[in-house]
Nanobody, 113 residues
Framework: VQTVESGGGLVQPGGSLRLSCAASGFTFSSYSMSWYRQAPGKEREMVAWINTVGSGRNYADAVKGRFTISRDNAKNTVYLQMDSLKPEDTAVYYC???????WGQGTQVTVSS
């Protein structure tokens, strides 16, 4: 099981980023997926969840209405579109298969002026 996150960077408040997560080593379409984040000095938290076919989604209250999770099962990839970014969104973002304890290296998102 491997997940490789990309797309992070430095963005100003109010800006947007689109994260991607390329998955391999398992049947991607058989698993729900989630995005997590971990800010310095804080515990890792789940921010978004998507079911196997993309018809069901759920979000943490802190990101609801600003972030959108999606997936492309043909490309074994899950995405996180992040709009109206705030400084408190600064964190390392990870995607995770919702079974087992497999983590990638994450991608850093920094929201700052």
């Amino acid at each position: 099981v491997q997940t490789v996150e990309s797309g992070g960077g430095l963005v100003q408040p109010g800006g947007s980023l689109r994260l991607s997560c390329a998955a391999s080593g398992f049947t991607f379409s058989s698993y729900s997926m989630s995005w997590y984040r971990q800010a310095p000095g804080k515990e890792r938290e789940m921010v978004a969840w998507i079911n196997t076919v993309g018809s069901g989604r759920n979000y943490a209250d802190a990101v609801k209405g600003r972030f959108t999770i999606s997936r492309d099962n043909a490309k074994n990839t899950v995405y996180l579109q992040m709009d109206s970014l705030k400084p408190e969104d600064t964190a390392v973002y990870y995607c995770k298969r919702n079974a087992g304890n497999y983590w990638g290296q994450g991608t850093q998102v920094t929201v700052s002026s």
